[in-house]
């Protein structure tokens, strides 16, 4: 089975701090994916990575940034939390074709005060 | 992607099977039908996905129609814990690039005792 896990289920932060949310997956996946999940607004992916030290922007990186020093991790930095980034985070990896299979992690969902 | 319509909410009575439809009337002809859902507060979950055979694994089974307009997810023996928001989505799978995931609202299972 895949396993994706992220480091917490649930973080609580205040404004300005800075945030790591980690991601790991044992599968030996090539892509690995962040996304933030809002009521009425769906998934919205953040940042994507097709391998170590690879990564592209998604539709929503403002805020963010990311890092992939090893495969099977990949960790989202909030640099300076605000209360706008309170939201549910959920990390997945893939194999490396676009359309394969996305598996996703159990979410972490953080609250900045 | 091509989009699809679900209904917005099914109930079921635990033990019977849960037939959760899905249209998909502009699949083009490389696009999969893939299933997922989630659990309240839980990150999404891979069910399983079909081009345009019926596909049966240890969760569900996918019955696809012939012209691949529709596709119906079926829960054999719906237990309490399959209730959740099930998505249905349609992705191409090909090389070079990334491809993120979409959700629309999907279908609210709710399994009655």
């Known amino acids: 089975d895949v396993k994706v896990t992220q480091s917490s289920r649930y973080l609580v932060k205040r404004t300005g701090e800075k945030v790591f949310l980690e991601c790991v997956q044992d599968?030996?996946?090539?892509?690995m994916f962040w996304y933030r999940q809002d009521p009425g607004l769906g998934l919205r992916l953040i940042y994507f990575?097709?391998?170590?030290?690879?990564?592209e922007k998604g539709d929503i990186p403002e805020g963010y940034s990311v890092s992939r020093e090893k495969k099977e991790r990949f960790s989202l930095i909030l640099e300076s939390a605000s209360t706008n980034q309170t939201s549910m985070y959920l990390c997945?990896?893939?194999?490396?074709?676009?359309?394969?299979?996305?598996?996703f992690g159990p979410g972490t969902r953080l609250t900045v005060l | 992607d091509a989009k699809t319509t679900q209904p917005p909410s099914m109930d079921c009575a635990e033990g019977r099977a849960a037939n959760l439809p899905c249209n998909h009337s502009?699949?083009?002809?490389?696009?999969?039908v893939y299933w997922y859902r989630q659990i309240h507060s839980q990150g999404p979950q891979y069910i399983i996905h079909?081009?345009?055979n019926n596909e049966t694994n240890e969760m569900a089974s996918l019955i696809i129609t012939e012209d691949r307009k529709s596709s119906t997810l079926i829960l054999p023996h719906a237990t309490l814990r399959d209730t959740a928001v099930y998505y249905c989505?349609?992705?191409?799978?090909?090389?070079?690039?990334?491809?993120?995931?979409?959700f629309g609202t999907g279908t609210k299972l709710q399994v009655i005792p």
């Open positions: 997945a990896s893939s194999l490396p074709l676009a359309g394969d299979t996305q598996y």
């Open positions: 502009t699949i083009s002809g490389n696009e999969y």
């Open positions: 990575s097709y391998d170590v030290k690879m990564k």
């Open positions: 079909g081009l345009k």
């Open positions: 989505i349609v992705r191409a799978s090909y090389s070079g690039g990334y491809q993120k995931v979409t």
């Open positions: 599968m030996d996946h090539e892509n």
